[in-house]
């Protein structure tokens, strides 16, 4: 069985309307080009806007609004949509990180709140910690389509292997990554990440970025990449804005499970893999 899938590595806009609206663009130009993909992939946090005022608009819009308005693209369009991230607003007054997967009826698959927050040290002595404005998830999400089982996680997951380990478990094939790495870490990170998690499964990763933006404060790095169950990059994307146009092979995730059968050898006398 084929999968179409196309990630889309957009321009963030200064609007979340704007970005919504960017998004339709898009999928209305796919269609008249008769392009739609089986799966429609947007990244980390696509619709909020950069600059002074993203911490204004950090926690909005409340739950409900675009999420329905996102639904509807997928009815639309008939796609699976992977609705990136947006944020939505907690009752403590912080917000949580929130992932959408759509079926093609507009069915809301799966909502996936982000478990690991980025929180960090820099050198200079400062620090960025996500968690002071975003409560983390407490729920490893699996859910199933017409093409196998799928599993998703936002950026900085990507860094926690037992979580992949996890949904590989439950039956994952293919693992759903939005994600926004900056340029410390997209260079020397990104692609060995993506790459490991895909490999230590045995599973297509699908990790979508936004484009990156010069002379912008904690600008994207870009790249979004489709990598295989082998660890081959079947696609990827430079820097800049575009759409990512990938045909997978889901037969391939077998395959390669059976020249690398790396859960069937597992030492499970010595130790195990525990959800709690």
């Known amino acids: ?4 899938v196309t990630q889309y590595q957009l321009e963030i806009e200064d609007t979340i309307e704007k970005n919504l609206a960017k998004v339709e663009r898009t999928l209305e130009g796919l269609r008249e080009r008769d392009e739609l993909p089986d799966l429609f992939c947007l990244p980390e946090d696509f619709a909020m806007p950069h600059g002074a005022n993203r911490s204004i608009v950090y926690g909005a819009p409340p739950r409900g609004e675009v999420r329905d308005r996102m639904a509807g693209w997928a009815r639309e369009y008939g796609i699976y949509l992977s609705a990136g991230s947006i944020s939505e607003k907690a009752a403590n007054g912080k917000s949580v990180n929130v992932a959408y997967v759509f079926d093609r009826q507009g069915k809301e698959l799966a909502r996936y709140e982000k478990l690991h927050l980025f929180d960090i040290y820099f050198s200079n002595g400062g620090h960025f910690f996500e968690s002071d404005s975003v409560n983390p998830g407490n729920e490893i999400v699996t859910f199933d389509t017409e093409f196998g089982r799928v599993g998703i996680a936002i950026c900085f997951d990507v860094r926690f292997p037992e979580l992949f380990q996890i949904m590989r478990e439950e039956g994952a094939e293919i693992i759903l990554l939005p994600s926004y790495f900056n340029m410390t870490t997209g260079p020397d990170h990104w692609e060995t990440l993506v790459r490991s ?3 230590d499964n045995g599973v297509f990763m699908i990790a979508t970025m936004e484009s990156h933006v010069e002379g912008m404060k904690a600008a994207a790095y870009g790249h979004s990449m ?10 990827e994307l430079g820097d800049e804005e575009g759409l990512l146009h990938t045909t997978i092979e889901l037969d391939e995730i077998k395959r ?3 020249k690398l059968p790396i859960f069937e050898e597992r030492r499970g006398d010595l130790y195990e893999l525990v959800r709690k």
């Open 1 to 4: 069985m084929k999968l179409k």
């Open 197 to 199: 998690r895909a490999l």
């Open 226 to 235: 489709l990598v295989s169950p082998w660890g081959e990059i079947l696609g």
């Open 256 to 258: 390669v499970r059976r």
